[in-house]
């Protein structure tokens, strides 16, 4: 019993939590901003680690073994406790504002459960949240004018903290035919994207013509005319939502990884900035070990 409780990881009860809610492991991916081969392992590692199937399939979807409706009640009031204990003791000793800079494409995505959890843990903290292209992010911090900013930029030097390294992928239209035609439709969420100088690189070294779809600095628009399947784009794969295809066209070129970088000011930041690098160095290092 002592080695269950020492391997019964909040991250995977958390996610047996979301799936048995979700019935699906595809909703609950989409929940927890995961993969859905990330919520498989994990679940499968929970029930390795309790020696029971939690789940079974039928006609409507995933359903709760025996094993899995005894662990469901144990699980909520066990994440319920945690969550108490972390907002009583970060949240009593931070208190404060920080301004937040962070790329359009994370909010939603990768740093959504971050987000959560410290103004779940920390909620003296008054957060503002500053979403720019990763470049605008830097002059910002660079200014003063925000505490601090994740950042994504080329893997190589950087005088940021890398969290994570991702590669950076051509995304369509499940099934769709924008990825064939030519010139390449191409919709980018900004001129200032971090992802632009690469791309662009890129399909000139390929010779590849392209046109300009859409360029606003709005992601949900970005998203939409991918959906609609009247452009391609590219986004990091950990990023990608479920409902688009990563594309792999012989046709396409090949592009680098990027990595998730913290950046500091180089003074000493507010309490609560530091604890807020806390939480996302926490929550990125889970998602590695999840992937």
Known sequence: MPSVIRDLDTTLIRTFVTTADKASMTAAANALHLTQ???SQQ???????LGQSLFERDRRGLKLTRSGER???RARRLLQLNDEIL???RGGAVAGQVRIGVPYDLVGTLLAPVLKAYAEACPQVEISLVCASSPELAAALAAGTIDLAVIEERVGPT????????????VGARGGAARMKRPLPVSIVADTCAFRPAVLAALAEHGLDWRTVFENGNIDATTATVRSDLAVTTWLASTVPADLDILSDAGLPALPNFSVN??????????AAQAFASHIREGLSRYRQAA
């Open 37 to 39: 081969g990330a919520v």
């Open 43 to 49: 679940v499968k590692r929970l029930e390795e680690v």
């Open 71 to 73: 662990l469901l009640d």
């Open 87 to 89: 907002a009583e003791i």
């Open 159 to 170: 005088t940021g903290e890398c969290l994570l390294v991702d590669r950076l992928v051509w």
């Open 262 to 271: 913290l950046h500091l000011p180089k003074h000493a930041g507010p309490a």
